[in-house]
C-alpha cells in the first residue's frame, strides 16, 4: 500500500445520489485485486473531516481507478462536491480480495446498493476465469439503479430486484436467489450489501460455501485501531480492514 495524492478525473451522479469518481494512478491499477478498498481524505488542507473514509475500488480500467459511492454524511457531500483537477489523498490498496478461480458450477453473486460496486470487477475477474455467473442486484427502486448494462455484459443471467418494484421484482434480492438455488447448480456464491440482506443471506445456511464483503466504519483502515471490528463465530476479535473485508459469511457474526 501507499500513500498517493491523486488528481481526480471525473466525478459524477450516475444514479439518485450515487457517483462515480475516478482518478489515475499506475500503482494502484498495478496492484489491486477485485474486494480491495481504498482509505481517502476527502479534504487535504482541512482538519474536517478529520479522518479517512472507506471506498471499494469498483473497477480500474488501463491505468484509472474508479470507485463509487452515495452521499450519506458531510465526508461524502464534501467529496460529491469535487471537480475534475481537484487533489485528493489515497490510502491503499487495502484489504483482502476475493478467491477468485475456475468453480466446477455456476457462480452466484449477490449485490445491492452501493454493495455493487466491487461486484463489478469480481465478475469481470470470474468470467475471465472461464466460470458461469448469475448475478443478483437489489436497488430502492428504478432511480437508483446503475452499471445494469455492465453486469448484463458478464454475467449468464442478470436478475434485478426493487424495495418498490418499479423494475424487476419486488422486494429482497436474497428472496429472488433463494428461489434459484436448487436449479442453479452453485458452488460459490459472492455478496456485498447492506447488513439485513447479509443476515438473510446467511440465514439461508447454503450449501456451498458464500463470502462477504463487509462495509463498517473505519479510520485507519489498516488494523492499528478498533473502529471496525467484529465477532467472528467462536467471539474472536476481527478487523475488517485487515482481516477483511471479504470473509466466509459463516464465520463472522453479521
Given at each position: 500500500m501507499k500513500l498517493l495524492d491523486v488528481e481526480i478525473a471525473e466525478n459524477k451522479m450516475i444514479a439518485n445520489g450515487i457517483y462515480l469518481l475516478s482518478f489515475e494512478s499506475d500503482y494502484l491499477a498495478n496492484t489491486f485485486k477485485p474486494g480491495n478498498f481504498v482509505n481517502i481524505l476527502v479534504e487535504k488542507d482541512s482538519i474536517y473531516p478529520l479522518l479517512r473514509r472507506p471506498f471499494s475500488i469498483s473497477f480500474v480500467k488501463e491505468n484509472k481507478v474508479f470507485i463509487g459511492y452515495k452521499v450519506v454524511g458531510k465526508g461524502t457531500q464534501i467529496l460529491s462536491q469535487k471537480k475534475k483537477g481537484d487533489s485528493i489523498n489515497v490510502l491503499g490498496p487495502l484489504?483482502?480480495?476475493?478467491?477468485?478461480?475456475?468453480?466446477?458450477?455456476?457462480?452466484?453473486?449477490?449485490?445491492?446498493?452501493?454493495?455493487?460496486?466491487?461486484?463489478?470487477?469480481?465478475?469481470?475477474?470470474?468470467k475471465k476465469a472461464g466460470n458461469k455467473i448469475d448475478v443478483f442486484l437489489g436497488f430502492r427502486s428504478r432511480s437508483d439503479l446503475f452499471f445494469?448494462?455492465?453486469?448484463?455484459?458478464?454475467?449468464?443471467?442478470?436478475?434485478?430486484?426493487?424495495?418498490?418494484?418499479?423494475?424487476?421484482?419486488?422486494?429482497?434480492?436474497?428472496?429472488v436467489f433463494k428461489t434459484k438455488i436448487e436449479e442453479g447448480n452453485y458452488k460459490v456464491a459472492f455478496s456485498c450489501g447492506p447488513k439485513p440482506m447479509l443476515r438473510f443471506l446467511k440465514s439461508l445456511?447454503?450449501?456451498?460455501?458464500?463470502?462477504?464483503?463487509?462495509?463498517?466504519?473505519?479510520?485507519?483502515?489498516?488494523?492499528?485501531?478498533?473502529?471496525?471490528?467484529?465477532?467472528?463465530?467462536?467471539?474472536n476479535m476481527l478487523h475488517v480492514c485487515s482481516d477483511g473485508p471479504v470473509f466466509d459469511i459463516m464465520e463472522v457474526e453479521i
Open positions: 484489504g483482502n480480495s476475493f478467491l477468485i478461480d475456475k468453480f466446477n458450477g455456476k457462480v452466484a453473486v449477490v449485490g445491492g446498493g452501493v454493495g455493487i460496486f466491487p461486484l463489478l470487477s469480481l465478475c469481470h475477474e470470474l445494469v448494462e455492465e453486469f448484463k455484459e458478464l454475467s449468464d443471467n442478470l436478475f434485478i430486484s426493487t424495495d418498490d418494484g418499479s423494475i424487476g421484482y419486488k422486494g429482497n434480492t436474497v428472496e445456511n447454503l450449501p456451498f460455501k458464500c463470502y462477504v464483503s463487509l462495509e463498517e466504519k473505519m479510520a485507519c483502515g489498516i488494523g492499528a485501531c478498533l473502529c471496525c471490528s467484529i465477532k467472528g463465530k467462536d467471539g
